[in-house]
């Protein structure tokens, strides 16, 4: 993987939101539910253990902190010109869907960890979600945990990886978190910047590893 790529080759393609620094800040090329190349097929990983999904779930109210403001779950990206017809948590992924597609040309990161629809149709697919799915606080929190999964939280949590590692993954995958120099891994990149300190950051991290 070269340098300055996302962790997962899902890059911004339009300004980030006011005030944060979302890397789910774009939009979509295709439908929610068009097929995925074969070869980008990324496998689930294994279910998270108890400790994982303790610190999962801390890592998330972390994650929302540095990108999706006080909307939370009803997050909505604020240079979206034409909002959703409703709450995110009250729409479908279909009526996200059609949303995306019926308003080009604006960004649409949407929901608490602010995914972008590449970001989305990739995890949507990975778990094989129906259309008439709804962008539940659960459903949500089930999307962001596969990312937290990729970025390797179990090998953090065992030690097999090392904190700065999985922080630097962390941060590959949401701008809203600093590098070590106190900048997003995209500074200047489409809007983005970090919404943290490093040092806050390493400690946050810390406590939830230990």
Partial sequence: MTDRQPLFS?????????GSA???????????????????????PARLSRAGADAARRIRDLIAKAEAGPDGYDAVQWGARIPP?????????????????????QPHA????QFIPKTLRWLVARLGLPPETRFTPGIQDRLANLLLADAGLEAALSGEMDQRTFMRNLARTWAGFPLPNGQSYYEGFAGNKATMSWQKFEARIARILS
């Fill in 22 to 44: 979302s890397l789910f800040a774009g939009r979509g090329e295709a439908s929610l539910f068009a097929p995925w190349p074969e070869a980008l097929a990324v496998p689930l």
């Fill in 10 to 18: 899902l890059a911004p393609s339009v300004s980030a939101p006011r």
């Fill in 85 to 105: 017809p409703q709450r995110p948590t009250r729409l479908t992924l279909a009526q996200i869907d059609q949303w995306i597609r019926d308003t080009p040309n």
């Fill in 110 to 113: 949407i929901g608490r960890y």
